[in-house]
């Protein structure tokens, strides 16, 4: 059983450096280089048991880091030399099996001088603390958790997006907690499958994370399972935080929106001043000819109010083609600096006194230190006018109608008009700007109140969008660029 003394083996052993035993499943020595007393023994110690030779005891240590090796078939280590210190080898042991097959024919006991134990030590120390630091830094959230979902890594960037902080996250918390319910067995059998980046594997997958405040964060994900002999151990994950991207993809797209209209409105523009130069002469002379009948010719009263509804009707196409050549900027603009509270204040004064307004409460909430903007200010009123002649419609004369201004970040102002009206149907919201649409009965409304106010609002390098309240109607938001001169002195 025992290899015979001259064997490959004992040499081997012989020649170590380090304190070496090869001792049987009995733990008797069959080799080793060093005993008692820091002599070699070499094979004056074979036979005798590893204890007695490195603790002089008679019976195996308690515990027995050779029984140990056998007992798990794994390489163990012992920190401090077992017994009262009496130990040949000053050191730590390190014992590992020597398989023949499936089973373990010999073991091996090796000490380890403390010095050079602690200096790996101070390695695995040191390069942990760099493998934590480079988790820290990344700039994707990383996440690891074990086979039962415990997160046994969590980062900075990962507290950002999830909304715990690292403490909270490592004090047993699950997996699970940092998506909507559900979401981590989704990902899991994803993972499993080989269908999102490769077995084991999820590559770029939009999910929503969920923060510790019960807020969405949607996320795109890479995350992998983590085998250890074949078996899983871990999951990890990076979490790439999607809100500034698809915030500013929703920016590019209302820019495409904006642009499109601006394209629809430049071509209906052309369009119309043509038709309302077309119009206008033939209209001057229906409305001159028309007011001649009535100042010279005595004409029998009914006849008179005739001649007064043609006279009535033409103003109107008139004022139509005014609105259209104002459409199409065929009219002058006049810029000059202007106060936005003044223009919304001015409208609700000359509104107010109409009995379209008598049930309708007014709340102001205009910001006093409002910079001006430069406007053309007749088309400014005009715009007003529209959106609270809208808002008065939808409310059918009665609620509350709310007007707010205020300063978006230096530089720019806003005013919202809001209604607690009819609100508007959510297909509508992308056709209320263009030219002719209206949903009211043919003669109440032409459909270019709206789309009048985008070409102002355009010209003066500003946005108008509309968006229905939560609870009921209708907001609509314009933002205009400040007068540099006016902003600067507020700001400056
Ligand atoms: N505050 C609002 N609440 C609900 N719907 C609105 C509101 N403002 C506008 N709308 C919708 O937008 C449509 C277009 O408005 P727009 O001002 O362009 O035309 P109009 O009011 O119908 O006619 P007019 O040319 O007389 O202004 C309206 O018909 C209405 O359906
Ligand atoms: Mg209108």
Redesign the pocket.
């Known amino acids: 059983m025992y290899p015979d003394k001259r064997d490959g083996t004992i040499r081997a052993v012989e020649e170590q450096k380090r304190n070496l035993m090869l001792v049987s499943r009995d733990l008797k020595v069959i080799a080793t280089n060093y005993g008692p007393g820091r002599r070699p023994m070499g094979v004056q110690c074979m036979g005798r048991s590893c204890h007695e030779i490195l603790y002089c005891k008679n019976s195996p240590c308690h515990p027995c880091l050779a029984q140990e090796v056998l007992k798990t078939g794994k390489p163990a280590v012992r920190e401090k030399p077992d017994g009262d210190g009496s130990s040949a080898w000053e050191a730590c042991h390190y014992a590992y099996p020597l398989y023949s097959g499936k089973e373990i024919t010999f073991l091996v006991l090796l000490d380890y001088d403390v010095s050079s134990f602690e200096a790996m030590e101070e390695n695995l120390k040191r390069s942990n603390a760099f493998l934590i630091n480079l988790i820290h830094s990344a700039v994707d959230g990383v996440i690891a958790a074990d086979i039962r979902g415990r997160i046994v890594i969590f980062n900075s960037a990962a507290s950002e997006i999830c909304g715990f902080s690292e403490e909270e996250a490592l004090s047993g918390m699950n997996i699970r907690k940092v998506y909507p319910r559900g979401v981590a067995e989704k990902i899991m059998k994803k993972m499993r499958g080989d269908g999102w980046g490769g077995k084991g594997k999820v590559k770029n997958l939009k999910v929503d994370g969920m923060n510790r405040d019960g807020s969405r964060v949607p996320i795109a994900l890479d995350a992998a399972i983590v085998c250890d002999e074949g078996k899983e151990v871990a999951t990890i994950g990076f979490f790439r935080d999607m809100r500034e991207t698809l915030r500013m993809e929703e920016e590019l797209k209302g820019t495409q929106v904006q642009l499109l209209q601006a394209e629809k409105m430049a071509s209906l523009g052309k369009l119309a001043a043509g038709v309302a130069h077309q119009i206008n002469n033939p209209l001057g002379g229906i409305l001159l000819f028309a007011r001649l009948l009535l100042e010279e010719y005595d004409l029998p009263k009914e006849a008179r109010d005739d001649v007064k509804r043609i006279l009535r009707d033409a103003a109107r196409c008139r004022d139509t083609v005014g609105e259209l050549l104002a459409f199409a900027r065929q009219t002058r603009s006049e810029m000059a600096p202007f106060d936005i509270n003044q223009a919304i204040t001015r409208t609700l004064f000359l509104l107010e006194s109409q009995t379209l307004f008598h049930n309708i409460e007014i709340r102001s909430q205009l910001d006093l230190d409002l910079p001006q903007v430069m406007a053309d200010i007749q088309q400014m009123n005009h715009l007003f006018m529209?959106i609270i002649?809208?808002?008065a419609?939808?409310m059918d004369n009665e609620g509350v109608l709310t007007v707010a201004t205020g300063t978006v970040r230096p530089g720019r102002v806003f005013a919202e008009i809001s209604?607690t009206?009819?609100?508007?149907p959510e297909p509508?919201l992308k056709k209320?700007f263009d030219p002719f649409?209206?949903?009211?009965e043919a003669g109440e409304?032409?459909?270019?109140?709206?789309?009048l106010a985008y070409g102002i609002i355009e010209s003066h390098g500003g946005t108008i969008a509309a968006r229905n309240n939560p609870e009921k109607?209708?907001t609509?938001r314009v933002e205009i660029p400040a007068n540099p001169q006016t902003s600067e002195a507020d700001h400056g």
């Open positions: 529209n002649l809208n808002a419609d939808a209604d009206g009819s609100g508007i509508l209320i649409f209206t949903t009211k409304g032409t459909g270019l109140g709206l789309s109607g209708a609509f």
